[in-house]
């Protein structure tokens, strides 16, 4: 499933394999929420190089519900992506949503913010609900903790974590199991670490799932408020208790800089809602650094956004043109911003795994946070 071609350091250069094709690693995954990249036709997703998109379980659930979507063909054929999907299971929620939800041991309930309407997930409906969506990737349910939780909470939360990732695992091998209908393609499961800034419940953690055993194994609850060194040495500290054959999966992160450092510590797979969200907002990631499109010294701008890319953006269209597409609220700003970010983001880790081929990702993250200035 995991094939490690190269190594530069400790940065990894390799392919894993899935139902829908081989994805080239380490890579970055677009955000699509609810089974769309805002702004974007997933034909322009996959002409900017993207070869993953993630889905959300709890949103997917709510509207339009897994059942229309397995009704559909599978959520590759309702949104038209014939690439691989991974979907979270609805962890963060637990985290994000914590003023609508009650944690229970044995699940947790929602309140949906859509209509009130109350949900208990419990981690096989987690499972069942993505293997409906029929994803090549599917994630456990866990509780990702608040960066400041005091150590009592986080020990019994690594408790619950690591039961419901057994929970996930027998009912993704059960033999009654939807998973194994010989009408769906094979689903890879993931495990989320846990443990807060402890390094000994990272550890601790890494070594409970990986006795488990998953296909694959994410870093969960970290860029939740920490410092960004406290999250690099949760990342040092976890690394070396995951093994080296299954990929590594660094889940909501984040800007170029964490992306550079993450690969640097053994990082394979990543995602974000930087891209499409700051787009929205008029920042643009550039070669050169963020770019607030709508202060006036664009104005007059008539240079592209950025010399360095080759996106339709920056092909056809200056600085001064999007700025005033952003300040007179145009639709067409949206896609033209989100266009660019996306193109960034994965051209950024099409030239990490060329540095890592040719053995200089080290030169490269240093040339490329001297000119980058966020």
């Known amino acids: 499933?995991?094939?490690?071609?190269?190594?530069?350091?400790?940065?990894?250069?390799?392919?894993?394999k899935t139902a829908h094709g081989e994805i080239q690693t380490p890579f970055f995954m677009t955000i699509g929420t609810v089974g769309a990249v805002k702004g974007l036709l997933p034909s322009e997703v996959k002409e900017l190089g993207g070869q993953v998109i993630l889905a959300n379980t709890y949103h997917l659930h709510l509207r339009p519900g897994e059942d229309v979507v397995e009704k559909a063909g599978g959520l590759h054929k309702f949104m038209d992506w014939d690439g691989p999907i991974l979907t979270d299971s609805g962890g963060y929620q637990v985290f994000s949503l914590s003023k609508i939800r009650k944690l229970k041991d044995d699940g947790v309930?929602?309140?949906?913010?859509?209509?009130?309407?109350?949900?208990?997930?419990?981690?096989?409906?987690?499972?069942e609900i993505q293997m409906k969506l029929g994803s090549d990737i599917m994630m456990v349910l866990d509780e990702c903790p608040a960066a400041d939780a005091e150590r009592k909470y986080i020990e019994k939360s690594l408790e619950l974590t690591t039961?419901?990732?057994?929970?996930?695992?027998?009912?993704?091998?059960?033999?009654?199991?939807?998973?194994?209908?010989?009408?769906?393609?094979?689903?890879?499961?993931?495990?989320?670490?846990?443990?807060?800034?402890?390094?000994?419940l990272r550890e601790r953690s890494a070594k409970e799932l990986v006795a488990i055993d998953f296909d694959g194994y994410a870093i969960g609850g970290l860029s939740v408020g920490e410092p960004n060194e406290v999250m690099y040495q949760m990342i040092e500290h976890t690394v070396p208790h995951l093994p080296e054959d299954r990929p590594r999966y660094l889940m909501g992160v984040g800007?170029?800089?964490?992306?550079?450092?993450?690969?640097?510590?053994?990082?394979?797979m990543f995602d974000c809602v930087l891209p499409t969200r700051n787009a929205r907002h008029g920042h643009l990631f550039t070669s050169e650094g963020i770019v607030r499109i709508k202060n006036e010294r664009y104005k007059e701008d008539?240079?592209?956004?950025?010399?360095?890319?080759?996106?339709?953006?920056?092909?056809h269209f200056t600085k001064a043109y999007l700025r005033h597409l952003f300040m007179a609220n145009e639709l067409l700003s949206l896609r033209l911003n989100t266009l660019h970010n996306v193109a960034f983001y994965l051209n950024l880790m099409k030239q990490i795994r060329e540095a890592i081929e040719e053995d200089r990702f080290d030169e490269f993250k240093k040339e490329f946070l001297n000119k980058y200035n966020p």
């Open 109 to 127: 309930e929602f309140q949906s913010h859509l209509d009130g309407k109350k949900i208990f997930l419990t981690p096989e409906k987690a499972i």
């Open 1 to 16: 499933m995991f094939h490690l071609l190269k190594q530069s350091g400790k940065a990894r250069r390799g392919t894993l």
């Open 302 to 315: 008539f240079t592209p956004l950025d010399p360095e890319c080759g996106c339709y953006t920056c092909k």
């Open 163 to 200: 039961k419901w990732a057994q929970r996930c695992k027998q009912f993704h091998d059960a033999p009654q199991s939807p998973h194994n209908r010989p009408t769906i393609a094979p689903q890879l499961l993931f495990g989320i670490v846990q443990g807060g800034m402890h390094p000994d």
């Open 255 to 268: 800007t170029p800089q964490d992306i550079l450092e993450a690969v640097e510590r053994g990082i394979d």
